[in-house]
């Protein structure tokens, strides 16, 4: 262990329901989880001195702070990139209380992403203004690749080209995904499994993906508590320790079309993350007892597990076929059910799935789990954590 | 060369007396179909109670007795015993779809009554051009404006009933949306311009000399901000692809296929591939350089097999 490795801990978690048409404002969404996951970890909203969201989110900090009953703060901070922000607010947040900048730092995310904008939908007709951002869109959308789905595709058909990867092996991980999801009563997807003949007769979006490869869309909000793991043995729950905490941005780096580098049958920023949480947590792959991979599309969990060092480049395939993903396998993996079945709430989650594993409160608990390794948005800049059992 | 104003005041249908005289077979079939139980129109002695000589037919049933019937309008304009007088009509459609205006939507229709049909009467109907408006905008496309007067007369030559006819012919707007913008700036307009002039180019490196693309400010390998534009030689094989299926913008055309080419030289980019089913798309495959004017604005480098050049 280095570093901060072991200094702070999730000690709450808190969420709105997960829904298609929340009824509400993403701010309320926002307010809501943030007290629940402050309540969850013992704690009064006066407690919090620090915040860290998205900056794609739209509930500034000051907003959600005015309206929980926050008082002073000394540390806010906001993660780029969509997804590949998740983790790395856990990061932010175990940074600043090992330095001691917070003692009490709420992560956050709440969007209207069903019933308000939706990604899904693409950049096509996005804003006509210039900046770099923008402007990166200028090599996509005019030949209609828009939406996170094309750009995935993309990837994914060179994978298979490379590595034999067929489209039942990113239907296998749709399957798993689905069968954890249908024992969860917060799930979307609770009680409705699929099965790869299911995933292999729905439509299709873009080729080589499937409907039944990419994630739903939803309403909702989720919230994290990190304080420091010594104060964290006094809350009411079992710490989860920040053992590693990692963010990414590798060479070449595109937002989701990094398509310009040598090879792309891999993901860098994520083999960058890995390297960085095994070295942080002084843990390796083979210390895993579960995984809570970002899985927007089914395709991009393959090369991750890869990048992390379950497998061989290539091989992930069969990782995955040989049901090492499964509640008995190897490295149970998604056991919420994931962004495919539980809710997609940008990988945040999955980091409260993560505390609950290390709580021993899944509903899909697998025996033993003392490390679990979480990842955010893969084709960004991403994030990683490494979560653990206090020692 | 016969102009628009030119039709104004000219008989495009002479007179011509429908197939069927006013019978009561075909008011009774009328007025169950609209639902219309007057019993005027069923009943002699109840249209005799009115004050009536008997049974009338309904005056919206005007038009119904100078139609020419199924057959003809299933054969087309040039079927029917009519078909032959209206030379007419048929010069003013050739003018309107020589403009392009080949679409049709009626969109007035004022009637004036002049006396209540019985069973028995022959109506005839000649129709002469009042206006065609000057090049309108409308919701639907751009067209003019043709308005029309019908006039029915009976048997005895009397007027029963005058018609104003409002067609709007039209050029349909074009199905197709323009294409999504690129956000053009100081870092990639050139491109955007060569593109427009049929020009591929990849950006250059003026210290060392690497190409870049997608382009940028400054050469990621010696840190140079000057750089120029070299002309690809637009041979280039597949590295991946897609086939997008849903959601579905306006602009395109689906499945569309999007493929990530390696160009000759070495740099890739996104384009679309022309000329190819998706399902014979390979990785790999040669691909040569084809342009797409997408709109006046917009010109994009697409690729097309390298065999159905050759071919």
């Known amino acids: 262990m280095s570093g901060f490795s072991g200094a702070a801990a999730i000690a709450g978690i808190g969420a709105t329901e997960f829904s298609k048409d929340s009824g509400r404002s993403e701010l309320r969404l926002a307010c809501e989880a943030v007290l629940a996951a402050v309540a969850d970890a013992g704690l009064k909203p006066s407690d919090v001195d620090g915040m860290v969201t998205f900056t794609a989110d739209t509930n500034a900090e000051i907003h959600v702070a005015r309206s929980t009953g926050m008082r002073d703060l000394t540390f806010f901070s906001r993660i780029p990139h969509g997804g590949g922000a998740a983790c790395g607010t856990v990061q932010q947040a175990a940074l600043a209380v090992a330095t001691g900048v917070a003692d009490v730092v709420v992560c956050y995310r709440a969007f209207n992403e069903r019933s308000g904008v939706r990604y899904g939908l693409g950049q096509a007709d996005g804003p006509a203004e210039t900046g770099a951002d923008s402007a990166a869109y200028a090599w996509l959308t005019p030949f209609g690749l828009s939406t996170p789905a094309q750009w995935v595709a993309m990837f994914a058909r060179r994978y298979m080209h490379e590595y034999g990867a067929t489209s039942e092996d990113f239907g296998r991980v749709a399957v798993v995904d689905r069968r954890h999801a249908a024992t969860n009563p917060a799930a979307w997807f609770y009680r409705r499994p699929i099965t790869l003949e299911d995933h292999q007769a729905s439509r299709w979006i873009a080729e080589p993906l499937h409907l039944l490869d990419c994630c739903q869309e939803t309403d909702g909000g989720q919230a994290l508590v990190v304080v420091s793991a010594e104060r964290a043995r006094d809350l009411p729950h079992p710490p989860a320790v920040v053992l590693g905490a990692a963010q990414g941005s590798g060479d070449d780096q595109h937002m989701m079309t990094s398509y310009y580098r ?26 895993m007892d579960a995984a809570i991979l970002y899985d927007h599309f089914t395709p991009l969990v393959l090369p991750q597990l890869e990048e992390l060092g379950f497998c061989a480049p290539g091989e992930a395939k069969d990782f995955v076929a040989e049901g090492n993903l499964e509640l008995g396998g190897r490295l149970p993996f998604n056991t919420h059910g994931g962004q495919l079945g539980e809710a997609y709430l940008h990988g945040m989650n999955g980091i409260a799935e993560a505390v609950r594993l290390v709580r021993g409160t899944s509903v899909n608990q697998p025996e033993g789990v003392r490390n679990v390794i979480v990842t955010a948005g893969t084709g960004v800049p991403t994030s990683g954590l490494v979560l653990g059992a206090d020692r | 060369m016969t102009s628009y104003e030119d039709f104004a005041g000219r008989e495009i249908l002479p007179l011509w007396e429908g197939p069927d005289p006013v019978n009561v077979p075909m008011i009774r079939h009328w007025a169950e179909a609209m639902g219309d139980r007057n019993p005027i129109y069923r009943d002699d002695a109840a249209a005799r109670a009115t004050g009536r000589p008997g049974i009338v037919a309904p005056a919206s049933m005007m038009q119904a007795w100078t139609m020419r019937g199924y057959a003809a309008t299933v054969e087309g304009p040039d079927a029917g015993a009519r078909a032959g007088a209206a030379a007419g009509a048929r010069e003013l459609d050739g003018l309107l779809e020589k403009d392009g205006y080949t679409s049709v939507v009626a969109t007035d229709s004022e009637f004036e009554f002049h006396r209540e049909l019985v069973a028995g009467d022959r109506v005839s109907v000649r129709e002469v051009v009042e206006s065609i408006s000057p090049e309108k905008s409308t919701a639907l496309g751009t067209g003019r404006f043709v308005t029309t007067v019908r006039t029915y007369t009976d048997q005895d030559g009397e007027v029963v009933a005058v018609q104003r006819w409002r067609l709007l012919r039209f050029r349909p707007k074009e199905a197709r949306a323009p294409r999504p913008r690129p956000a053009v700036n100081r870092d990639n307009a050139f491109w955007f311009e060569a593109a427009r002039e049929h020009r591929l180019v990849i950006q250059r490196c003026a210290g060392c000399g690497t190409l870049r693309h997608p382009p940028g400010p400054c050469c990621p390998h010696c840190g140079s901000f000057d750089w120029d534009a070299a002309e690809a030689s637009g041979r280039g094989q597949v590295y991946s692809f897609v086939v997008n299926h849903h959601p579905r913008h306006p602009a395109f055309e689906y499945p569309l296929i999007v493929a990530v080419v390696e160009l000759d030289e070495g740099t890739r980019l996104v384009t679309n591939l022309v000329g190819v089913e998706p399902g014979e798309v390979e990785i790999g495959m040669p691909v040569v350089l084809d342009w797409l004017d997408a709109d006046p604005d917009l010109s994009l480098p697409v690729f097309r097999p390298q065999s159905g050049i050759a071919a």
Request: charged fraction near 15%.
């Open chain 1, 262 to 287: 040598p090879r792309i049958t891999g993901i860098p920023e994520m083999g960058l993350v890995g390297r960085q949480l095994y070295a942080q947590s002084g843990l390796g792959p083979a210390d």
